[in-house]
Structures are given as C-alpha cells and as structure tokens.
C-alpha cells in the first residue's frame, strides 16, 4: 500500500511519523515528570517547557525533512524520470548532474548509463542506416540490371499472376496493352506450353529443375522461346527470348537449301544420264546435243539465281543491331587518335548500319595502325557516305596507292593479340562485304561498305525501361467474391478525364483520360494509362481554360471508342476508383454501344469514402480532401487528367488504412457503410 | 571480228584448264588471238610483254589474285589501254563493287552464257563500254 505512493511522499510520511513520535515521547514524559513531582503549582512551567520542546522538536524535524525532500527525494524523482525518457524514447541531451550533487555517485553513475545507452541507440542506428542503403544501392544495381538484359524476364506467383517483368518483356507482352502487376500471364501469351510446363516441374520435385518451351502471344503472333523454372516460395520465373525472325530466317533458308538441292540435282542427273548413254568417240545425236544444252542452261541458271538469291539473304542474316553511323565514326576516330593519328572526319550520313561496332572499329583501328607502320602515316580523312542501299566508310590518305595484296595480307592478321580467331577477314565474312584500295594520284583510300539499315531518325527519347515488381503477390491469397476481399487485396486502377463540359446529356465529351493501377496496397508508378481523345466536337474556350486541352492538340489523337476500349483493356479485374465517379463514368456508360465494351467493374468513390472517414459535414473536393492527408497537387499538375489521378491515388491509399481503422476491412464492409452515405451522391455500386 | 585490218589479242587468265579450254575454242571461233596463263604471278609479265587488247581475268587465281592483277595494271600508265573482264564463281554484288573500282572495264560471274560473255567481250573491244 504504502509503496505504491510516490517516494516524496512516503519521506514526508516518514518524518511526519517522526516528529508525530518525537512530540508523542516528548508529552509523556512531562506528564510523568510532573505526577512525580506532585506539586500543582509547577503545571504551568511543565506546559512551557513541554511547548517551547515541542516547538524546537517540530521546527527540526521540519527543517531535516524539508532538506531531504530537496536534496535526495525531489533529484531521486527527477533522475528517474530523466532515465526513464531516455530509456523509452530518443531523448538524447545531457542530463544536469548539479541537481543531485547530494546523491553520492547516483547521478554521474545515471548519465554515464544514459550516455552509454545514447552511443548504443545512435551507433544501432547508424548500422541500419548502412544497411539500408548498402541494401537499396543493391537492389538499384539489380533493377539496371534485369531492365536492361536483352531477354524478357517474368516472375509469376503459382497461380500464373504477374508479379515481375523487365522492360525487355514489357515489349514482347505489348501489342494490344502493356502488361500489368497482377495481371494473368495467360492474357498475353497462349496458356498450353506454360501449363503444360509448369505442371511438369511441379511433378519432377526437383528444385533445380527448369523446362524449355516455345510459346506465342496472343496478339502479334510472336514466338518466344523461354526456360521456367520454380520458386522456392511458389511461382516461376519465365525468361523469354522472342525468336520470331530467327525462325522465319531460318525457315527462309532451309527453304532456299531444299530449293538449292533440287534445282541441282534434276539438271546434274540428267547430264549424267544423257552422258552415260553416249558412245564415246561417236558423233553427238541432234537430239541429244539439244537436249545437253537445254540441261546446261537450266543448271547455269538455277545456280546464277539461287546464288544472289543466298547473297541477298546473306546481309540480311547479319544477327546485328543497327547502329548509328555517327557513333560509329565516333568509335573510329577515338581508335585512330589513341594511336597518336590525326583523323579529319568528313561526311558522315545519317544512317543507322547493321553492324558490330566492336569489330568494324577494330578492323579500321588496324589498318589505320598498319598504314601508319608501312607508310609512316601521321593523317587520315574518315568519312561515311551513303551509296545506294549501302553505306561505305572510306579512309583515306595523301600518298601511294596501297596494293591489294598487302591489304589483303593485312586482312589475314588477327585485329588484336591474343584473339587469333579475329582476323579482318573473319570481319568480313561475318559482314558479308569486302574491302578495297581506291583512289587517284596523291589522293589514297581504303573503302568499307556496311549495310545500311535504314536512315536515322532524331534519336529516339530514352524508354523508360524500368523492371516492375512487387513480390508480395507470389504469395498472396485469393479471394473469389470481391465482397469478402480484404480492401489491400484488390487491385484498383485510378482514373479521372477531363471533358469538353459538364453534361454529357447535351453532348459534352471526354477529351483525355488517365489512370494508375494500384497492387497490393501500393501505386505501381510505371504502369500509367494516360491518353488525349478526340472528342469529334470543338472544346468550348471555357474548358480549354480549366485543362489547357486545345482543339489543335486533340486533332490527331484516337477517337473514344478506341481509347474506350484500351482503357478497359488497362481496367480489366480491377475497382474502379474515381473522386466523384459517377460524373466520369456517365461519361464512358453513355459511349458503351459505339465502344461496345461495358465498364461492370466495382466501383469506389472517393468522395463517399471521404464522407465516411470525416463525416457529412465537411467538403468534400479533391482539393479539400487532399489538404486533409497533407498531400500536395503540384500547379502545373492540377486539372490534367493524370496529376488528379495521382493525387486520388495517393488519398485512396492514405483512406485505407483509416478505414481499416473503422473496423471496416473487406470490399463488402465498405460498400455497406458507403451506402449509408450514399444521400450525399448517388452510389455506382 | 579484225578491225582495222588487226586481229584483237585477248589474254585469259585462268587456273582452271576446263573452263581455259572452252575460252580459248570460243576465242578462236570469234577469230581472236589468244593466249593463256594459268598462274597469278605469270600475269603481269605476259601483260606487260604482249600488251594485250583484253585480259579475261579470273579472280580466284594461285599466288597472286585477280584483284591484285586489276590494280597493277591500272597503276601503269603504260596499260592504260588494255581492257580487263574479270570473272567470279561468286560474284556478289560487293565483289563486283570491289572489282570496278580497282579499275576492271567489266566483271561476269560463273557460270555465265556464252551470249553475255561474247557480248560484253565484244563492247569493251569496240571501246563502247
């Protein structure tokens, strides 16, 4: 009982009882000393003495008490608390040590305890922090890693929902919408060879197991080779290569051999036969003379055919990836100059060359070298120009003519030590060209004609290629009905347009729409549906004012059927999340029969959810409502269809856990409350 | 067939004896003078010595090649007249490239027909080409 009082207190009880006891001891024995004494008339002086004792007694008790409770209750309570701030929380600062200089040791001992507790806290903190970015500085340099590699790479959960994919897949996947987290593999790519795959790794029970396939997507016809292999955590990873030309040249080749062979072989039989039957040494039958030129003909011309058909088909097979003529000069003239050679670069046309880089500036570097050694060469001009559907890179000199046999002799060389195998002519082999010497008197060159593979646009802006992922999807439960879905479950797609005007029964119409789509309780930032519409009428100037969407820049963009259909293509299997839905899904509901798609999907409005969490009586606006949860629109994004969309994205994602917060946790649940405030809007739902 | 009273002197450089048979019957037939070299490296002598009107010169030649024959002729002024077919069992379209522009008048692949061989024989003695 008594210690459950503070410490001050039970040392003021404490020297109360004391001078209770004092006082107490002090009285009896008056009363003793005067009834032995037994004369009355002394009473008086055994009161005054008893109160002047008392007096003192109380007086020193108090003041003790008062020094104590200053000195050693008082600093004790304020230590304590001081330790237990530091223990609990990060309060940090030095503790005053002058406050209980009576304590002894006490108080120094407690800030060393509070220091060393500090340099522990700060020193956990300081590895975490390291850990952090030596952990996120990793994950970057995977992310660079797995966009760029040149193979698709897909990571599915068991029941075939994306949960990974490169850049590189992205562009095999695409064609009539890019792919999306959460999404069936199946929507992109016929599902037979995967499931027949993927059911036998699940039987093999081998962890290192991985099965090859050939499969095809479902728009474009493309076909993919690729390799599963399980995840220890359930689900697969897919890497696909798209080999859809590889096949088609290959085909296209093993046709031209099979055609070879056939071409060749009836005329050589023939000259056989009609040679076999000839008695030598006899006179040619008319006959059989003409039917020996005809065989003769047919087999000269079948070879002259097939061999340019071989040579045509030969450039094209050159496995290369274009690349700039610009870039490769560059690459030249670098070579060239860190071998102490000056290079005047002349014409270069803007072409894009299917060749290796590597090797073609390899292949000059050496023969700039060479010349440089047999001719004591110190200039050279380079140049690129365009010549027919080729394009030739000339090197050239002032001086003698080079001999074709040195050149050649040269091309014999290995470009480089130590990779024997890489001769100049190796290098043209693989580029199925040539080289030759050309020129006139004092004026020398060396010409390399590469194929071109088409002229060079403006270089294109970089793609983002970005890896998207969220792992948290290979292992996550499903749910059938919507309705008993958890709320962070689903997945929701974001959107709001902007429109010629406000009444879309007098014909006002979307011209742009945007969305987001939000998995696993997160907004996937490179899955973006952001499009201008034409909306087939002028936008009236007052609209124009609220979302700077002029008639001009709505003149080439796709009509709202087909946006309309992309659109639902990107909503699939999604809830539809809008603030004030209903205004924007009139808009798209009216279109359904030029469209002919249906927009059926669950629907939530941030505006009701708004009203549920902050009550009736507040506004509810975007902008209201994203004050609220301290999200800001930036200017220039506010009134474009994605900058609303991102910012009611991002109040979507803040209202759901305060929902959670109201007991309210599944679809169902919220649908339910959001009714009961459906006087405000009418509810989609 | 002679022009100017003067038989034209055609030189075919070529290693293989078959094909060398059948140039050096149609030489005769078209009532040429006609000489053969098997070798790459006699080539350039012979030019030099019996300054022929035309070299039917094949590419692919032991020693020296073709191509190497093509340029020293045309870095002698001295040659300047004579005229120079090259022929190819490959004949792309680079290595016809190629040809022309070590300074060949003409360039035929193998097999060719003996009309086109006659004919482009033909323009370049004439000095059409």
């Given at each position: 009982m008594l210690h459950k009082l503070s410490l001050r207190l039970r040392i003021f009880l404490i020297f109360a009882g004391l001078a209770l006891g004092a006082l107490a001891g002090l009285a009896g024995g008056l009363v003793f000393g005067y009834r032995q004494l037994g004369?009355?008339?002394?009473l008086n002086a055994f009161v005054q003495v008893g109160m002047l004792a008392g007096l003192v007694v109380l007086g020193l008790v108090t003041w003790v008490w008062y020094l104590f409770d200053l000195n050693v209750a008082k600093p004790i309570d304020i230590l304590s608390g001081a330790l237990r701030a530091r223990a609990h929380s990060d309060v940090s600062g030095e503790m005053?040590?002058?406050?209980?200089?009576?304590?002894g040791d006490l108080a120094p001992a407690a800030t060393a305890a509070a220091a060393s507790l500090s340099e522990t806290r700060n020193a956990l903190a300081e590895a975490v922090a390291r850990e952090t970015t030596r952990l996120s500085a990793e994950k970057a340099r995977l992310e660079a890693l797995l966009s760029d590699v040149p193979v698709g790479v897909l990571l599915c959960s068991?029941?075939?929902?994306?949960?990974f994919y490169n850049g590189t897949a992205a562009d095999m996947l695409g064609g009539a919408g890019a792919p999306g987290l959460d999404r069936r593999l199946f929507d992109y790519l016929h599902d037979g060879p995967l499931r027949h795959a993927h059911q036998r790794l699940q039987e093999a029970g081998d962890p290192d197991a991985a099965s090859d396939i050939l499969c095809t997507t479902r728009s474009g016809a493309r076909v993919l080779a690729g390799r599963m292999r399980l995840l220890e955590a359930g689900g697969y990873v897919l890497t696909l290569r798209d080999v859809t030309a590889d096949l088609a040249q290959l085909s296209r080749r093993e046709a031209l051999l099979a055609e070879t062979f056939d071409r060749i072989r009836r005329p050589a039989a023939n000259l056989g036969t009609l040679f076999a039957v000839l008695p030598e040494g006899e006179a040619l039958p008319p006959q059989m003379e003409r039917a020996l030129r005809d065989e003769v003909e047919r087999l000269g011309a079948a070879v002259t055919e097939l061999t340019r058909r071989h040579d045509e088909g030969r450039a094209e097979a050159v496995p290369l990836a274009p690349i700039r003529a610009s870039d490769l000069v560059d690459g030249i003239a670098a070579r060239l100059e860190a071998q102490d050679l000056s290079v005047h670069v002349g014409e270069v046309a803007p072409l894009l060359l299917r060749c290796n880089g590597f090797e073609i500036v390899g292949l000059a570097g050496r023969l700039g070298a060479a010349l440089a050694e047999a001719r004591g060469l110190r200039a050279f001009t380079l140049a690129l120009t365009e010549r027919g559907a080729d394009a030739r890179i000339t090197l050239g000199w002032q001086g003698e003519a080079l001999p074709v046999g040195q050149l050649e002799h040269w091309l014999?060389?290995?470009?480089?030590?130590?990779?024997?195998?890489?001769?100049g002519r190796s290098v043209l082999a693989a580029h199925a060209t040539e080289i030759w010497p050309e020129g006139r008197p004092g004026q020398q060159a060396v010409v390399l004609p590469l194929r071109a593979a088409r002229r060079a646009g403006?270089?294109?802006?970089?793609?983002?290629r970005a890896v998207v992922y969220d792992f948290d999807l290979l292992s996550k439960a499903r749910n059938a009905a919507v309705s008993d879905t958890r709320l962070e479950d689903l997945t929701y797609v974001v959107f709001d347009t902007e429109t010629t005007g406000l009444l879309p029964a007098q014909g006002d119409e979307i011209v742009q729409i945007a969305a987001v789509r939000i998995v696993n309780g997160k907004?996937?930032?490179?899955e973006v549906f952001d499009t201008l519409v034409n909306p087939g009428r002028p936008i009236p100037p007052a609209s124009t004012t609220v979302h700077g969407i002029t008639d001009a820049m709505v003149a080439g963009a796709p009509g709202i059927a087909e946006v309309a259909r992309a659109f639902h293509a990107f909503a699939d299997g999604a809830v539809l999340v809008a603030h004030n839905a209903p205004f924007d899904l009139e808009f798209l509901r009216r279109k359904e029969g030029v469209t002919?798609?249906?927009?059926?999907n669950p629907v939530l409005d941030t505006v009701l959810l708004s009203a549920v969490i902050f009550?009736?009586?507040e506004v509810h606006s975007l902008d209201a409502l994203t004050h609220r949860l301290d999200i800001t629109i930036p200017e220039e994004a506010r009134h474009t269809a994605i900058g609303d969309t991102v910012a009611t994205a991002d109040a979507f994602l803040k209202l759901m856990p305060m929902l959670r917060g109201r007991g309210l946790t599944s679809f169902g649940e919220v649908v339910a409350e959001v009714r009961r405030h459906g006087r405000l809007l009418r509810d989609m739902n | 067939m002679a022009e100017g009273g003067r038989q034209h002197r055609i030189l075919v450089v070529e290693d293989e004896d078959n094909i060398a048979l059948a140039l050096n019957y149609l030489m005769m037939r078209e009532g040429y003078q006609h000489d053969r070299v098997a070798n790459g490296a006699e080539a350039l002598p012979r030019i030099r010595e019996?300054?022929?009107?035309l070299v039917l010169l094949?590419?692919?030649?032991?020693?020296?090649?073709g191509y190497e024959i093509c340029q020293s002729v045309r870095l002698d002024p001295a040659l300047a007249d004579v005229k120079i077919l090259m022929m190819t069992a490959r004949g792309s379209t680079i290595e016809r490239q190629k040809g022309l522009a070590l300074g060949a008048d003409g360039f035929i692949s193998k097999p060719f027909e003996l009309k086109e061989l006659r004919t482009e024989v033909r323009r370049l003695l004439t000095g059409e080409g």
């Amino acid at each position: 009982m008594l210690h459950k009082l503070s410490l001050r207190l039970r040392i003021f009880l404490i020297f109360a009882g004391l001078a209770l006891g004092a006082l107490a001891g002090l009285a009896g024995g008056l009363v003793f000393g005067y009834r032995q004494l037994g004369t009355p008339e002394t009473l008086n002086a055994f009161v005054q003495v008893g109160m002047l004792a008392g007096l003192v007694v109380l007086g020193l008790v108090t003041w003790v008490w008062y020094l104590f409770d200053l000195n050693v209750a008082k600093p004790i309570d304020i230590l304590s608390g001081a330790l237990r701030a530091r223990a609990h929380s990060d309060v940090s600062g030095e503790m005053d040590a002058a406050l209980a200089r009576y304590l002894g040791d006490l108080a120094p001992a407690a800030t060393a305890a509070a220091a060393s507790l500090s340099e522990t806290r700060n020193a956990l903190a300081e590895a975490v922090a390291r850990e952090t970015t030596r952990l996120s500085a990793e994950k970057a340099r995977l992310e660079a890693l797995l966009s760029d590699v040149p193979v698709g790479v897909l990571l599915c959960s068991a029941d075939h929902q994306l949960a990974f994919y490169n850049g590189t897949a992205a562009d095999m996947l695409g064609g009539a919408g890019a792919p999306g987290l959460d999404r069936r593999l199946f929507d992109y790519l016929h599902d037979g060879p995967l499931r027949h795959a993927h059911q036998r790794l699940q039987e093999a029970g081998d962890p290192d197991a991985a099965s090859d396939i050939l499969c095809t997507t479902r728009s474009g016809a493309r076909v993919l080779a690729g390799r599963m292999r399980l995840l220890e955590a359930g689900g697969y990873v897919l890497t696909l290569r798209d080999v859809t030309a590889d096949l088609a040249q290959l085909s296209r080749r093993e046709a031209l051999l099979a055609e070879t062979f056939d071409r060749i072989r009836r005329p050589a039989a023939n000259l056989g036969t009609l040679f076999a039957v000839l008695p030598e040494g006899e006179a040619l039958p008319p006959q059989m003379e003409r039917a020996l030129r005809d065989e003769v003909e047919r087999l000269g011309a079948a070879v002259t055919e097939l061999t340019r058909r071989h040579d045509e088909g030969r450039a094209e097979a050159v496995p290369l990836a274009p690349i700039r003529a610009s870039d490769l000069v560059d690459g030249i003239a670098a070579r060239l100059e860190a071998q102490d050679l000056s290079v005047h670069v002349g014409e270069v046309a803007p072409l894009l060359l299917r060749c290796n880089g590597f090797e073609i500036v390899g292949l000059a570097g050496r023969l700039g070298a060479a010349l440089a050694e047999a001719r004591g060469l110190r200039a050279f001009t380079l140049a690129l120009t365009e010549r027919g559907a080729d394009a030739r890179i000339t090197l050239g000199w002032q001086g003698e003519a080079l001999p074709v046999g040195q050149l050649e002799h040269w091309l014999d060389q290995p470009l480089e030590d130590g990779l024997p195998d890489t001769t100049g002519r190796s290098v043209l082999a693989a580029h199925a060209t040539e080289i030759w010497p050309e020129g006139r008197p004092g004026q020398q060159a060396v010409v390399l004609p590469l194929r071109a593979a088409r002229r060079a646009g403006p270089r294109p802006a970089p793609v983002a290629r970005a890896v998207v992922y969220d792992f948290d999807l290979l292992s996550k439960a499903r749910n059938a009905a919507v309705s008993d879905t958890r709320l962070e479950d689903l997945t929701y797609v974001v959107f709001d347009t902007e429109t010629t005007g406000l009444l879309p029964a007098q014909g006002d119409e979307i011209v742009q729409i945007a969305a987001v789509r939000i998995v696993n309780g997160k907004r996937v930032a490179a899955e973006v549906f952001d499009t201008l519409v034409n909306p087939g009428r002028p936008i009236p100037p007052a609209s124009t004012t609220v979302h700077g969407i002029t008639d001009a820049m709505v003149a080439g963009a796709p009509g709202i059927a087909e946006v309309a259909r992309a659109f639902h293509a990107f909503a699939d299997g999604a809830v539809l999340v809008a603030h004030n839905a209903p205004f924007d899904l009139e808009f798209l509901r009216r279109k359904e029969g030029v469209t002919g798609v249906r927009f059926d999907n669950p629907v939530l409005d941030t505006v009701l959810l708004s009203a549920v969490i902050f009550g009736q009586h507040e506004v509810h606006s975007l902008d209201a409502l994203t004050h609220r949860l301290d999200i800001t629109i930036p200017e220039e994004a506010r009134h474009t269809a994605i900058g609303d969309t991102v910012a009611t994205a991002d109040a979507f994602l803040k209202l759901m856990p305060m929902l959670r917060g109201r007991g309210l946790t599944s679809f169902g649940e919220v649908v339910a409350e959001v009714r009961r405030h459906g006087r405000l809007l009418r509810d989609m739902n | 067939m002679a022009e100017g009273g003067r038989q034209h002197r055609i030189l075919v450089v070529e290693d293989e004896d078959n094909i060398a048979l059948a140039l050096n019957y149609l030489m005769m037939r078209e009532g040429y003078q006609h000489d053969r070299v098997a070798n790459g490296a006699e080539a350039l002598p012979r030019i030099r010595e019996t300054h022929p009107d035309l070299v039917l010169l094949d590419v692919m030649l032991p020693e020296v090649s073709g191509y190497e024959i093509c340029q020293s002729v045309r870095l002698d002024p001295a040659l300047a007249d004579v005229k120079i077919l090259m022929m190819t069992a490959r004949g792309s379209t680079i290595e016809r490239q190629k040809g022309l522009a070590l300074g060949a008048d003409g360039f035929i692949s193998k097999p060719f027909e003996l009309k086109e061989l006659r004919t482009e024989v033909r323009r370049l003695l004439t000095g059409e080409g």
